[in-house]
């Protein structure tokens, strides 16, 4: 058994809940104990700290000393979450004066960090914990003729984290090949989707989607398959206004890299949300469950 401190983050529970039950579900079919970080709160996301970046690194750094005092790697399933603690982590160490700010913030709470937490993202656990090889062995139902498009996002692996390569990353296709499934060339598999953007500059942001949508579809995806909260609702939440937009006609499934891990080792579709997506993966996994 693997233990670690588990950050579910904000999505998880709201927007995102598919993505919180299958990680739990596959956490546990992995024999990874998850232990929910008590307590927790937001991350201190990047919108909140396009608006006030010290309160947002304070409320980060609450989120590390609690988890300091269990001495476990604090792992999250959520790209932006993992971006914003890391974030803090090294802002702490590179500024005395705003690390004593918080310091001081932190004190009001009757908290202290010593900067001993480890943050990492749930797919470097994945890929450099539990391992290819070990994940393959746990396959119940091998994904094979499954065509899948792997989209990192912009916040996965940038800045670089150590786990992949920022600019050519691997990460993703070697966990979709390793349930047998085949992981299709999508050059565009680290760009941005438009993130927040959608709410403030939705033609702008239905532009970056659909170019997403149209790499993968033309590089013969059936599916797209991801590790990031906010990706996942724009490319599944807004796939019709895409369509309705561009006069396309896609009807791509976009699934958190946790689902398609479930399905190859055998999960029920309940226990891994598979209902709560909006673009139906019913019928294309149907094979397979």
């Not at 709201?14 to 299958?22: C, D, E, T």
């Not at 673009?279 to 294309?284: A, E, N, R, T």
Request: a negative charge; proline letters at 6%; one cysteine or more.
């Amino acid at each position: 058994m693997r233990y670690y401190t588990y950050f579910p983050g904000c999505s998880a529970e709201a927007s995102a809940v598919a993505y919180g039950l299958s990680t739990e579900a596959v956490g546990r079919a992995l024999e990874m104990d998850l232990i929910e970080l008590e307590d927790w709160n937001c991350c201190g996301s990047t919108p909140y700290g396009s608006l006030n970046e010290l309160e947002s690194i304070c409320i980060s750094t609450r989120n590390l000393a609690l988890a300091e005092k269990r001495g476990l790697d604090l792992v999250t399933p959520c790209s932006a979450c993992n971006i914003a603690l890391n974030k803090a982590n090294s802002y702490l160490r590179e500024y005395a004066p705003l690390r004593r700010q918080v310091e001081e913030s932190l004190a009001a709470a009757d908290l202290e960090y010593r900067g001993g937490v480890r943050v990492r993202h749930l797919v470097d656990v994945l890929l450099n914990d539990v391992g290819i090889e070990d994940l393959g062995s746990k396959v119940k139902r091998s994904l094979r003729g499954l065509k899948v498009a792997p989209y990192y996002g912009c916040q996965l692996v940038r800045p670089s984290l150590g786990f992949d390569d920022p600019e050519s990353p691997r990460s993703l296709d070697l966990l979709t090949e390793s349930l047998g499934a085949e992981a299709v060339p999508f050059p565009l598999k680290s760009r941005c989707c438009g993130g927040s953007l959608i709410l403030a500059e939705e033609d702008l942001a239905l532009g970056l989607m659909g170019k997403l949508l149209a790499n993968a579809k033309e590089n013969g995806a059936q599916c797209l398959v991801t590790p990031c909260p906010l990706c996942q609702t724009n490319l599944d939440a807004y796939q019709r206004k895409v369509n309705s937009k561009f006069k396309t006609n896609y009807d791509l499934p976009v699934l958190f890299i946790t689902q398609l891990i479930g399905v190859a080792l055998g999960l029920e579709p309940k226990a891994l949300g598979l209902g709560k997506n909006i673009v139906s993966p019913m019928k294309l996994l149907a094979p397979y469950l």
